[in-house]
């Protein structure tokens, strides 16, 4: 974990809100385990005072890219930045995924709207190469399915709206395809939180291992302010741990939905 | 040229600490910023015994300012000693534990173990936390509860003890002066203040635990102002706290009469924060030709001018 003033090498709306960000960050670049983020200050946001987090999508020998999509004051200002303009960025942060090897589950990925990016990197890094579920509200909402595709990934795609590929939620999918075969899988999943709770109940259901990526708020995105907690299952009860920290990812079946989130 | 105060009987290098509970137990931010560089390392509320906090949302985001709910979530204070002490007590600069409770008797009993560790550097007192032996209003803003707490701390302790008050009261200094009486050796001021934020699509407050209290640079002038009226009362230090972002924010604090000051909210969005501050008094020093830092506390120049 560094704090790094990076360098924007590109900004650029991908499809809808959707913006692609690629930045000089030669410290963190490197470090970055799939499922990690970044935590990110944006200069222009002057009496909005936290930092923003983004999963680190992709990244190179010195640079890192982020998928965002524009939802509020933070990611607006981020829209407007140019080439060349800096932002200080706090990361590798947080606990990411296990890596699929070849001895390993096969990989089911399951993503929501920007939760894509940050499964992108586990399939990029995966020795196996599995299916991709990717839902979303709409067409214009699913992103990189190309680039899954070139990593040699069977891409599934469902909408709400049914303007791409089936018409429903993702776990749709998901659960016929666990029907067909579960044992010997394991999800991987990143999304809105409603998503998780029910991809994680499908892998109870299926007798199948799941790793979560919890999208909580957070503030410090360093495990000092006990903003982000997560109640989890211990073996006399239950305790919070922090997404910034323990998590974002954690073990779906140690993840105590009933406290709620 | 100084940097170096007093609080107590404990010498700071420099002026500068951290606000409890905005910097873990100090390890969390150990990879970011050499800690050796600061005045002290403040600590997170500790409690006889582990508590778990409020629900979540936590904290959320208002103009120039933060709200908080935390709930004063910890490992109490047996787990804080084999956990966090190893590595505090490691340190080249002292540790002050802020603590808490809901009777007298449980601030006793946290300060008597603390008081055991050998190289502790203070113990700070949060007195705004409800007494849940009477009628549940905060023990900072009972002139009463106040002197209890701090005597019986007192007596419970030779470290150097600081009384951390709330800022929730109609003037400050009864409280400032009820807490030196009472023994401690220092003030901070000032704590959160009480706030609250609502969703007005939903009409949800914006906390789980429905109120919270505001910090960061929103509160400054709020806490300047306890500051410059409660230097004016005691005699013993205070350490300023309050939305400080920069070295000119920290000085506010000192000119209106702070021996030192804590960095809060700001460490969670720039953690370096607190060594800039170090930087840059010493350069504030530098350019205004002043030797010893002490020789600037309280020193603001008030020229009232007749106003018919
Ligand atoms: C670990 C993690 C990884 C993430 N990765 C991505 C990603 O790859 N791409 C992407 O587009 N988004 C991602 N998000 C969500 C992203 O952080 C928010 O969309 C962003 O903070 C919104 O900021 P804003 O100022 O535009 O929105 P505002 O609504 O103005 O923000 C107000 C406050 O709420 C917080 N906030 C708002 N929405 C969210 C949210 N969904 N999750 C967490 N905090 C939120 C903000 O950080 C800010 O503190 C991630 C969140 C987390 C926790
Ligand atoms: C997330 C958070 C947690 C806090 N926890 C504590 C605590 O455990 N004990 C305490 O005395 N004060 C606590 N405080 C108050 C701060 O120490 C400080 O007094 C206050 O935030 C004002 O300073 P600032 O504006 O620089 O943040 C907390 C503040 C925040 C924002
Ligand atoms: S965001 Fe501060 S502890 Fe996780």
Not at chain 1, 56 to 63: L, S
Not at chain 1, 211 to 230: N, Y
């Amino acid at each position: 974990m560094v704090e790094q003033t990076a360098t924007i090498i590109s900004n650029r709306c991908e499809t809808g809100l959707y913006f692609r960000l690629v930045l000089h960050a030669p410290a963190i670049a490197p470090n970055v385990q799939p499922g990690q983020f970044v935590h990110i200050r944006i200069p222009s946001l002057k009496d909005a005072l936290l930092r923003r987090p983004f999963s680190v999508f992709d990244t190179g020998q010195e640079t890192i890219s982020i998928l965002y999509k524009v939802v509020g004051k933070g990611t607006v200002a981020l829209a407007r930045m140019r080439e060349n303009e800096d932002l200080s960025l706090l990361g590798p942060l947080g606990h990411g995924f296990t890596i699929p090897t070849a001895n390993s589950e096969f990989p089911l990925l399951v993503a929501g709207g920007y939760g894509m990016a940050a499964l992108y990197l586990l399939a990029k890094q995966s020795t196996q190469k599995g299916i991709v579920f990717a839902g979303a509200r709409e067409r214009n909402d699913i992103l990189c399915e190309a680039e899954f595709r070139a990593l040699g990934w069977d891409v599934r795609v469902a909408t709400e709206d049914g303007s791409y590929g089936e018409r429903g939620l993702v776990t749709q999918p998901l659960r016929t395809e666990l029907e067909r075969q579960a044992e010997g899988r394991k999800l991987f999943a990143c999304g809105p939180t409603p998503m998780l709770e029910a991809v994680s109940k499908l892998a109870e259901e299926f007798g199948v291992g799941a790793e979560v990526s919890l999208d909580q708020h957070l503030c410090c995105g360093v495990g000092a302010c006990l903003t982000c907690v997560v109640p989890v299952k211990t073996s006399d009860g239950w305790e919070y741990q922090r997404a910034c920290t323990e998590g974002p990812v954690f073990d779906a079946r140690k993840i105590l939905w009933e406290a709620g989130l | 040229m100084n940097l170096s105060v007093k609080i107590g009987r404990l010498t700071l290098q420099n002026p500068v600490t951290v606000a409890s509970g905005t910097f873990g137990y100090g390890a969390e931010y150990a990879r970011l910023i050499d800690l050796n560089q600061l005045g002290a390392v403040t600590v997170k509320g500790i409690r006889v015994c582990p508590v778990r906090g409020n629900p979540t949302p936590r904290t959320f985001e208002v103009t120039s300012g933060l709200l908080n709910a935390i709930g004063l979530q910890g490992p109490g204070v047996d787990a804080f000693i084999k956990k966090y002490w190893p590595f505090l007590r490691e340190l080249k600069v002292p540790t002050i534990v802020n603590i808490w409770g809901t009777t007298v008797d449980e601030y006793v009993e946290v300060t008597r173990r603390l008081s055991e560790l050998e190289g502790l550097g203070a113990i700070e007192i949060n007195v705004s936390c409800p007494n849940v032996n009477g009628d549940g209003t905060a023990f900072g803003t009972d002139l009463n509860l106040l002197g209890e707490i701090v005597s019986a701390c007192r007596r419970a302790t030779s470290l150097t003890l600081i009384t951390k008050l709330s800022p929730n009261v109609s003037s400050i200094v009864p409280y400032a002066k009820a807490a030196e009486q009472a023994g401690s050796d220092a003030l901070s001021i000032m704590n959160s203040y009480p706030a609250m934020a609502i969703d007005p699509e939903t009409r949800r407050p914006r906390l789980g635990n429905v109120t919270g209290g505001l910090s960061g640079p929103c509160i400054k002038p709020i806490a300047v102002k306890l500051v410059f009226d409660a230097a004016r009362a005691v005699r013993i230090p205070i350490i300023g706290i309050g939305g400080i972002q920069d070295a000119s924010d920290a000085l506010e604090f000192i000119i209106a009469g702070a021996t030192a000051v804590a960095i809060g909210t700001a460490n969670f969005y720039e953690p370096q924060t607190a060594l800039r501050v170090v930087e840059g008094l010493r350069e504030y020093l530098k350019n205004h030709q002043i030797e010893d830092i002490n020789d600037l506390i309280g020193s603001v120049r008030i020229e009232r001018k007749s106003s018919c």
